[in-house]
């Protein structure tokens, strides 16, 4: 075989091929080890337990039309003609939020925000995302005791906000905004009543 390079090269050939058969059949091997593993830690949702969570969020459901005061740092508080239009996505699984608010005095867009809860049954949670003005900010939103609200807060450096939403005997929607910087005192920063609309 030494003079041959045929048979050199068909040795050679012989024994790659060994080799490559060897390496798919680990690859092989360890697929079928690492899958089993896999489905065993992969945790599948419960959907009725999050869309019975998220069923105890209807109060909010539907057009709402009415006022919002913004309080800016300075100057006189800016009257606002609001409306919030909230409705559920993807059967029930999310709820989608979206409000917007013109300025009473010349009907210019002041407010634009869109907000999306989910419930982690896992975590027994509901996570509420906002976008607004180009970013978007996540945390944990908590229902109010007797059902009719929420309250939920947002951390931004040395920035906090503290957000109550709840529904009024009167059937309307409120929410009240406060916002804490550094170590200074929480101040108000919007206020929101809105009714249902037809």
């Known amino acids: 075989m030494k003079g041959n390079p045929t048979a050199q090269t068909s040795c050679i050939v012989l024994h790659c091929s060994v080799r490559l058969r060897c390496l798919i059949w680990c690859i092989n091997c360890c697929v079928w080890a690492v899958i ?7 945790r599948q949702p419960d959907l009725e337990r999050q869309r019975s969570a998220m069923k105890k969020l209807g109060f909010l459901v539907g057009r709402w039309a009415g ?4 309080f800016p740092p300075q100057g006189e508080p800016v ?3 609001q409306t919030e239009e909230a409705e559920y996505k993807l059967d029930g699984l999310i709820l989608t939020i979206e409000g917007v608010g013109r300025r009473k005095s010349d009907g210019h867009l002041a407010l634009q925000a ?7 049954d896992e975590t027994s949670s509901y996570h509420f995302r906002a976008f607004n003005d180009g970013r978007f900010l ?8 007797d059902g009719k609200g929420l309250t939920w807060g947002f951390t931004l450096g040395d920035i906090k906000t503290h957000s109550r939403l709840h529904i009024t005997d009167k059937g309307e929607w409120t929410e009240f905004h406060e916002i804490t910087i550094g170590s200074g005192p929480s101040k108000e920063f919007m206020e929101v009543t809105v009714s249902p609309r037809n």
Request: hydrophobic share 50%; charged share 30%.
């Open 36 to 42: 089993p593993a896999m489905a065993q830690t992969v």
């Open 138 to 145: 996540e945390c944990e939103a908590r229902l109010a005791e």
């Open 114 to 120: 869109f907000g999306i809860i989910s419930y982690d």
């Open 79 to 81: 009257l606002l003609a």
């Open 67 to 70: 006022e919002a005061r913004e």
